[in-house]
């Protein structure tokens, strides 16, 4: 099997991963499209020192209707939620775990798949929740089966242009597509850049 990512000269290169965060510069993160769970589905994800950041794990089966973004240590950091009984096909992204306990955790974005009979290259728009998420909304497009996509914020008012704020692209090696990049550009929430690939992942699946 094909190294996911190298972990040669881990120091230094993590180093220069933290150079880039202070110095504003854009991050690039390894996508692997598996779970670390034996027989599980789910997400790996590791910084340019080929060090865990992110792991999505879940059972075998179908596709969840609950996803729970976590960091390497295994807290919740995100969790994307399908929505029930909706005329469109619709999620809610929460902040931590939706289902822990009271208090409730904080919806932050309501995310639905773009639905066009004419051909474009929008695949999905974030809003954000009420009371959460700021005044930002998200565009999508691009392909997510190709493993080629961007992500613009635009904050909606008037004349305002969309900046791109992430990117998903085929690493440079040939290991097929479950392995990709994720560009997390500055200012941009690296864990809310994941929960974009999850959501295009579910959307695809179903």
Do not use: C, Q
């Given at each position: 099997?094909?190294?996911?990512?190298?972990?040669?000269?881990?120091?230094?290169?993590?180093?220069?991963?933290?150079?880039?965060?202070?110095?504003?510069?854009?991050?690039?993160?390894?996508?692997?499209?598996?779970?670390?769970?034996?027989?599980?589905?789910?997400?790996?994800?590791?910084?340019?020192?080929?060090?865990?950041?992110?792991?999505?794990?879940?059972?075998?089966?179908?596709?969840?209707?609950?996803?729970?973004?976590?960091?390497?240590?295994?807290?919740?950091?995100?969790?994307?939620?399908?929505?029930?009984?909706?005329?469109?096909?619709?999620?809610?992204?929460?902040?931590?775990?939706?289902?822990?306990?009271?208090?409730?955790?904080?919806?932050?974005?309501?995310?639905?798949?773009?639905?066009?009979?004419?051909?474009?290259k929008s695949l999905a728009h974030l809003s954000p929740a009420r009371g959460g998420g700021g005044g930002c909304r998200y565009d999508v497009e691009g392909s997510y089966a190709g493993r080629c996509l961007d992500v613009f914020a635009s904050g909606g008012g008037a004349g305002e242009e969309r900046r791109r704020v992430a990117a998903v692209c085929r690493k440079e090696a040939a290991v097929g597509p479950d392995v990709f990049r994720l560009v997390v550009e500055p200012g941009f929430e690296p864990a809310l850049a994941m929960a974009v690939v999850i959501l295009l992942d579910q959307m695809h699946a179903s």
């Open positions: 099997m094909t190294k996911v990512h190298p972990n040669a000269a881990a120091s230094a290169t993590a180093a220069a991963e933290a150079a880039k965060v202070e110095k504003g510069e854009a991050v690039s993160l390894t996508v692997w499209r598996r779970s670390l769970l034996f027989n599980g589905k789910g997400f790996t994800v590791f910084d340019g020192a080929g060090n865990l950041v992110f792991r999505v794990e879940t059972y075998a089966g179908g596709s969840p209707r609950e996803v729970v973004l976590m960091d390497a240590d295994g807290h919740a950091l995100l969790t994307i939620r399908r929505k029930k009984l909706s005329l469109a096909d619709e999620w809610l992204i929460y902040d931590g775990d939706a289902a822990a306990p009271a208090p409730a955790p904080a919806k932050r974005f309501t995310a639905r798949r773009h639905i066009s009979l004419r051909p474009t």
